[in-house]
């Protein structure tokens, strides 16, 4: 039976464009791009991120807008419906179920790090950061890693945050936060460029991130960055594919789409710019890891005028982000649930929050009590969970997405989706969805997966 349940449908493309942003535009950009190019080399680093988001990610990024909009329903009901419709195996819709899944997962850990910027923002607010120094700024965050008391309730503040603004319906709210505090976080970062202008090394922070350097790049960086691709916009999980399903019919997918993309990238390539200059000046450590921001913005915020107010707006602004990606991550889960009917948007969100709440707790442990608990592949929880979705579940995800949509839904059904009927365009995205995305994503875990067995022997 094909069940097409309609959903309200939003005004106007801008307001998927808004609430697209907001999911994607998070930790991902300010938190993890910066990190993750520091402690892969830098340029050639980012030149392989650029391209796997231009080939790979904006025709996946279209492929699942159109699985929503055709479906019109959670990811996995959606997923079903086409799947239907195409006459295609329905093991496809585990493609559904895999998406809330690692929504839950990267919920989990997304929220720990949420969690340092609400801290964050406190310290700020009490001006905790004047005159602080580099070495200060780390010991500070090695504090904090190393509380795990503190660590879990900011954790659990976010998870209530989050499981808040779900509970209510996604959208309001939503868009005033893409409206209005989303540029307000790009002027903040650009006031941050501006400083590392003029107190900063900025020479050495853009040569470092635009010098492309290929032997700094190894198998493991070219996964991470196509990884980051994913993550940073939001795809391979359903998140997109949840919000396709309010876009109006006559919107047109491939211009929104790169509109979401190109906004998404340059607020990440402006956050490296404002956190390198700081970095280097300050004789920190580019690849130091995961608190890469957390002990370098401090350090300006501390010594400008005005830094704590600066700062305060700064760290909750980035919560804010992280609040409008997170709230994308536990909702197609949700809004399956409430299609099943036995679930009220606020038992959904209890139960599916209350996974990803005790998943976060494992991640938040992973700085202390279960730093040496490392039987996950070698990691702690937190890297586990981390590299499972960003590195694996997305990119895979991904791929059959734009495998299903470029091999099973009928040509009809796409050109009657994209009303571009023998476009040039609508031919070259088949072609990048239908071959070259897919093939790219797989030589890149063939090739890591090699470079790991390879280590493991010994034979690297
Ligand atoms: N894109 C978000 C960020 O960059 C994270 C995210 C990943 C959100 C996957 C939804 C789905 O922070």
Redesign the pocket.
């Known amino acids: 039976m094909l069940q097409r349940k309609m959903h309200g449908v939003w005004k106007s493309r801008w307001t998927f464009v808004l609430a697209a942003t907001g999911?994607?535009?998070?930790?991902?950009?300010i938190?993890?791009f910066p990190y993750i190019t520091g402690e892969n080399g830098g340029g050639a680093f980012v030149l392989v991120y650029l391209a796997c988001i231009a080939v790979i990610g904006l025709p996946i990024m279209i492929a699942e807008v159109l699985i929503g909009r055709r479906g019109r329903q959670s990811p996995i009901n959606s997923m079903r419906y086409v799947t239907e419709e195409a006459g295609a195996q329905p093991t496809w819709v585990g493609l559904g179920w895999m998406g809330v899944v690692?929504?839950l997962l990267?919920l989990s850990f997304?929220s720990v790090v949420a969690g340092w910027a609400l801290q964050y923002s406190v310290s700020a607010v009490s001006n905790g950061f004047a005159g602080i120094s580099g070495s200060q700024a780390s010991a500070r965050f090695g504090e904090l890693l190393g509380n795990p008391s503190r660590l879990i309730l900011w954790h659990s503040v976010f998870i209530l945050m989050t499981t808040a603004v779900v509970a209510t319906g996604v959208t309001r709210g939503l868009g005033m936060v893409a409206r209005v505090l989303m540029p307000l976080l790009v002027v903040m970062l650009i006031l941050l460029v501006g400083y590392g202008l003029f107190q900063g090394n900025f020479a050495e922070a853009f040569s470092f991130m635009f010098s492309f350097k290929y032997d700094h790049l190894s198998w493991h960086g070219v996964l991470t960055a196509m990884g980051h691709a994913?993550?940073?916009?939001?795809?391979?999980?359903g998140?997109?594919m949840a919000y396709g399903a309010y876009m109006p019919d006559h919107a047109n997918v491939g211009q929104t789409v790169i509109t979401v993309g190109i906004l998404?990238t340059v607020i990440a390539l402006v956050a490296g710019l404002a956190i390198f200059p700081i970095v280097f000046a300050n004789g920190l450590e580019a690849s130091s890891g995961p608190g890469l921001i957390f002990e370098s913005l401090p350090i300006a915020f501390g010594a400008m005028s005005g830094g704590h107010i600066f700062g305060t707006v700064f760290f909750v602004l980035v919560v804010i982000?992280?609040w409008s990606?997170?709230v994308?991550?536990i909702e197609p889960g949700v809004a399956w649930l409430v299609e099943t009917g036995k679930f009220n948007r606020l038992t959904a969100n209890v139960i599916l929050g209350g996974v990803s709440w005790l998943i976060g707790v494992a991640a938040a442990l992973s700085f202390n009590l279960l730093s040496e608990f490392k039987w996950l592949l070698g990691m702690t929880p937190f890297d586990f969970l981390d590299f499972m979705t960003s590195r694996v579940l997305?990119p895979l995800g991904g791929m059959l997405i734009s495998l299903f949509v470029a091999w099973y839904i009928k040509k009809e059904v796409i050109e009657e989706e994209m009303d571009a009927e023998g476009h040039p365009m609508l031919e070259i995205w088949l072609f990048l969805i239908k071959w070259i995305s897919p093939a790219l994503v797989a030589i890149v875990f063939v090739w890591a997966l090699w470079g790991s067995i390879a280590k493991l022997l010994g034979v690297e």
């Open positions: 999911s994607a535009v998070g930790l991902g950009n938190w993890k690692t929504g990267i997304y994913f993550f940073t916009l939001s795809l391979g999980m998140a997109i998404d982000a992280a990606s997170a994308s991550l997305l």
